[in-house]
């Protein structure tokens, strides 16, 4: 770390510039040949006794006070340091730059020279005759300039402060206006006070820009910038071409961005005037919570905040969500949706543009209309829970209502479509679109309306909305409608009770479990919140449940793979009569799955309770299981590294979610390879959700008599006391970690040299610095080491013997996504194979019994 205090020079050697011992306070003294050795002495001791008397913090230097290589400023109030650093890996190139005082790892928010280092420590921060900074290069011989402010306001007196904002600025000594601050010129890195945007008045565009590597702070090929051209919206480019939009601001968010909402820790704004266009947040008086807005080397848009606990940057927030915030993925009048597949599809009254291009998902020529347009015969269909399409040949209106916003886009030929500009209080302002409609996407929650402009006959068509036709038409068309809905409604409410009526009577004759009758479910139709299934359909589906349909089998029962009449394919969970699990974990399963949502969870489309049987459909996954490829030796050769260390990062994030993003907080209970499902592109989704629990935030561990799992993967403290914890999946997580970089099962594990399991053998080998030797054979013409060796410490992180040592899932996620240096791990649990039978043998109330394959819950003593 660059900013330790120098030391006190020789008495001999020219005596230049020091800081107090605690590196707050320091004293100029005079290096004159010509003053004698007592009157050196004299001054120096003067010297001291006013830095003692009138210390003050050194936040601040002028002209004659340059900051060398070695020197540093500190803020007044501690909070960032200015001074020279070489990032990590690097030990020549040498930077000017801040970064926070107190919190470890040099977490750099801002880099005057990044791409243009100094390779030696020669540099010299001044402040030149011009009266601007200056960064000069050997400035003892023949110095040359490497960067400048560059500030046209002239100045008689400069002064250079670092700001506890983290801003350095440049002013007239006892004048508080700023002639330059290096918020003005920001690195990757947006911190609270600080205007990202546009300057319409001086020209000035603050954008990011990220970095080239973490360890490699020069400017790299990705931006983060306000694209001013109709309503402003913010743009993330890699080199010319655009990668995410935010989409517009709507009063409350950007229209893309709806995890931007009012939360504890800040407060942001965006601003359009006549003078400004800028985004720009605060953080909250009442928080100690230290936070920033960074582009990383990926491009990737994240808010870090700062962990005490962990003592790491912990990912509060990212922008981009998915798939579907690629920019125009889906091309012109395309819409994509993340849980639809596939995931883009044209608006109704369109149809793609290249058909042939369209079904080989290739979908950037976009959709046209069936269709063409007629002007005065126009009308406007709306969609809702959008993120609204790019901005750039738009305009706005701030007064506009509603319909004066209709009325303007009727109007107007070349007008494609309409909607609010403010969506508070009821909706306020007026943005109109008048070119083709790109980068759509449907979203979950916080999206918005839109008016697109379609010919009458689609309209009419589709029943969506009304044209510009006269009002006898329109009267005509509601009298009709309103009789027809009243004639469905009125059938519909007969077939129902025929059909109740019918179905009651055979479930008396049946004997079996009727959905509605069922003591045991009918309190709980509601909460399973899931589309039902009829019992013909999923048998037809299945070849009446065939043998040859059957693809995989569980605790739960047999997993058939089935087709519905529209081609989709389903894989269809069926609860055998010989299963030890039963009607609890059916409904546990189908309530806590049906209210999660996660690219890195499977998805639950319905259920089927009907003539005694219980049954689940979900997504069908083509790739099978985790387990199915890395403990098969010719299966294992398909995931080279770069995959492995793909699924880990998945399977953490879907954790992560379960355990503190998702509406019910969800602890798995049997994590395990068998139950990680793996889609087309091998994205690793959980699965299994038949022993999850839910818990509040104010639980940290339950106990149980009934414990349940699978043997190899249960934490000790469950296994032993029957606790468990959000820390139950973290070792089991651990577990598949160690197993997905070995290739091998923990259960059943054996090596000549030892009779270690897997957890035992990856820990000696960790020891013994032999982590590589670790690794499946398979993988190690493809991987990463660094890599590996993070992920072997990560693993055995989290499968130490402590709960209370093990890291949360928001913590592995962040130390799988940065490249800071990582904590020792301790012992691991159940260490050796003979642990587990030692525990069987001690008195404890909990008696146990697993299977190495299938998840059990009854558990007994054998």
């Known amino acids: 770390m660059v900013y330790s205090a120098v030391d006190f020079m020789d008495s001999k050697l020219p005596l230049d510039l020091f800081f107090s011992p605690h590196g707050h306070h320091r004293i100029l003294v005079s290096?004159?040949?010509?003053?004698?050795?007592?009157?050196h002495a004299l001054f120096f001791c003067s010297s001291v006794f006013l830095a003692i008397t009138q210390s003050r913090a050194v936040d601040t230097f002028n002209s004659s006070q340059p900051i060398a290589d070695g020197d540093t400023?500190?803020?007044?109030?501690?909070?960032?340091?200015?001074?020279?650093?070489?990032?990590?890996?690097?030990?020549?190139?040498?930077?000017?730059?801040?970064?926070?005082?107190?919190?470890?790892?040099?977490?750099?928010?801002?880099?005057?020279?990044?791409d243009n280092p100094i390779n030696d420590s020669t540099g010299l921060l001044t402040i030149n005759s011009q009266g601007n900074l200056a960064l000069l290069l050997n400035p003892n011989n023949g110095s040359s300039s490497v960067w400048s402010s560059n500030s046209s306001s002239p100045a008689r007196n400069p002064v250079a402060q670092l700001l506890d904002s983290g801003n350095l600025v440049l002013r007239e000594a006892g004048d508080d206006n700023f002639l330059w601050q290096s918020f003005d010129h920001p690195s990757d890195t947006l911190l609270a006070g600080m205007k990202l945007?546009?300057?319409?008045?001086?020209?000035?565009?603050?954008?990011?820009?990220?970095s080239k590597a973490a360890d490699d702070p020069s400017s790299g090929s990705f931006t983060y910038r306000i694209d001013p051209r109709g309503y402003p919206e913010f743009i993330q480019s890699e080199g010319s071409t655009e990668r995410y939009r935010t989409g517009p601001?709507?009063?409350?968010?950007?229209?893309?961005?709806?995890?931007?909402?009012?939360?504890?820790?800040?407060?942001?704004?965006f601003v359009v005037s006549d003078q400004e266009i800028y985004y720009s947040y605060l953080l909250l008086g009442n928080t100690s919570t230290v936070s920033r807005l960074v582009l990383n080397q990926n491009g990737i848009i994240q808010r870090l905040t700062w962990s005490g606990d962990t003592q790491g940057w912990v990912i509060y927030v990212t922008a981009q969500m998915d798939f579907c915030d690629r920019y125009a993925l889906c091309g012109a009048y395309g819409s994509c949706n993340i849980r639809s597949s596939p995931v883009c599809n044209c608006l109704r009254g369109f149809v793609p543009k290249a058909p042939n291009e369209w079904n080989l998902v290739n979908w950037s020529n976009g959709c046209v209309r069936q269709t063409a347009l007629n002007c005065s015969a126009d009308g406007f269909v709306k969609y809702s829970g959008i993120k609204l399409p790019e901005t750039r040949r738009s305009s706005f209106n701030v007064s506009m209502s509603l319909d004066e916003c209709r009325g303007n886009c009727l109007r107007s030929c070349n007008c494609t479509a309409y909607a609010n500009l403010d969506i508070r209080d009821r909706g306020s302002g007026c943005l109109l679109w008048f070119s083709e409609l790109i980068d759509i996407r449907e979203l979950?929650?916080?999206?918005?309306?839109?008016?697109?402009?379609?010919?009458?006959?689609?309209?009419?068509?589709?029943?969506?909305?009304?044209?510009?036709?006269?009002?006898?038409?329109?009267?005509?068309?509601?009298?009709?409608?309103?009789?027809?809905?009243?004639?469905?409604?009125?059938?519909?409410?007969?077939?129902?009770?025929f059909l109740r009526s019918f179905r009651q009577k055979k479930q008396r004759e049946l004997g079996g479990v009727d959905l509605e009758e069922s003591t045991n479910l009918s309190t709980n139709k509601d909460d399973l919140e899931l589309p039902l299934f009829d019992m013909p359909t999923i048998a037809l589906a299945t070849n009446s449940f065939s043998l040859s349909n059957v693809v995989g089998e569980g605790g739960f029962g047999p997993v058939y793979k089935g087709v519905l009449k529209d081609g989709q394919e389903i894989a269809v969970k069926r609860l055998s009569k010989e299963s030890k699990q039963g009607l609890g974990e059916f409904k546990n399963e189908a309530k806590h799955i049906a209210k999660l949502q996660h690219r890195n969870l499977v998805k639950l489309l319905g259920c089927c309770i009907q003539e005694e049987e219980m049954i689940l459909i979900y997504e069908f996954m083509p790739n099978k299981s985790l387990d199915y490829f890395?403990?098969?030796?010719?299966?294992?050769?398909?995931?080279?590294?770069?995959?492995?260390?793909?699924?880990?990062?998945?399977?953490?994030?879907?954790?992560?979610?379960?355990?503190?993003?998702?509406?019910?907080?969800?602890?798995?209970?049997?994590?395990?390879?068998?139950?990680?499902?793996?889609?087309?592109?091998?994205?690793?989704?959980?699965?299994?959700?038949?022993?999850?629990?839910?818990?509040?935030?104010?639980?940290?561990?339950?106990?149980?008599?009934?414990?349940?799992?699978?043997?190899?993967?249960?934490?000790?403290?469950y296994a032993i006391d029957g606790i468990y914890s959000v820390k139950s999946d973290?070792?089991?997580?651990?577990?598949?970690?160690?197993?997905?970089?070995?290739?091998?099962r923990n259960r059943g594990f054996s090596h000549p040299d030892h009779q270690l399991n897997l957890l035992g053998h990856a820990w000696k080998l960790y020891q013994e610095g032999r982590y590589e030797e670790l690794m499946d054979k398979t993988v190690r013409n493809s991987c990463d080491l660094d890599q590996v060796s993070r992920s072997v410490n990560i693993g055995l992180l989290c499968v130490q013997r402590s709960p209370e040592d093990r890291p949360t899932m928001s913590s592995v996620v962040l130390m799988l996504s940065c490249e800071g240096e990582l904590p020792q791990p301790k012992e691991p649990g159940f260490y050796g194979e003979r642990d587990f039978v030692e525990v069987g043998n001690s008195s404890t109330s909990n008696n146990v019994r697993c299977s190495a394959d299938y998840s059990l819950t009854e558990i007994e003593a054998r």
């Open 444 to 497: 979950e929650d916080s999206g918005q309306d839109i008016y697109i402009r379609m010919a009458a006959s689609e309209i009419e068509a589709t029943g969506d909305s009304e044209t510009n036709s006269g009002s006898s038409m329109r009267k005509e068309i509601i009298i009709l409608i309103v009789v027809l809905s009243t004639g469905l409604v009125l059938i519909g409410l007969a077939l129902i009770f």
């Open 73 to 114: 400023i500190v803020s007044a109030g501690d909070t960032f340091v200015l001074g020279f650093f070489s990032p990590r890996n690097s030990s020549t190139n040498r930077y000017l730059g801040i970064w926070y005082r107190n919190i470890p790892g040099q977490a750099v928010v801002w880099v005057a020279n990044r």
């Open 630 to 717: 890395i403990f098969n030796e010719k299966q294992s050769t398909l995931l080279d590294w770069p995959a492995r260390y793909q699924i880990i990062n998945g399977i953490a994030r879907g954790l992560l979610y379960l355990h503190q993003d998702s509406r019910l907080r969800i602890i798995h209970r049997d994590l395990k390879a068998g139950n990680i499902l793996l889609d087309f592109e091998m994205n690793p989704k959980i699965s299994d959700f038949g022993l999850a629990r839910s818990f509040s935030e104010s639980d940290s561990k339950t106990n149980t008599r009934k414990v349940v799992g699978t043997y190899g993967y249960m934490s000790p403290e």
């Open 249 to 269: 601001w709507n009063g409350l968010r950007f229209s893309g961005t709806p995890y931007l909402r009012a939360n504890p820790i800040y407060r942001f704004q």
């Open 197 to 210: 945007g546009l300057d319409k008045r001086t020209g000035l565009d603050r954008y990011l820009t990220s």
């Open 730 to 744: 973290v070792f089991s997580f651990g577990v598949m970690v160690l197993e997905i970089i070995s290739g091998k």
């Open 31 to 39: 290096n004159s040949s010509s003053m004698g050795c007592w009157a």
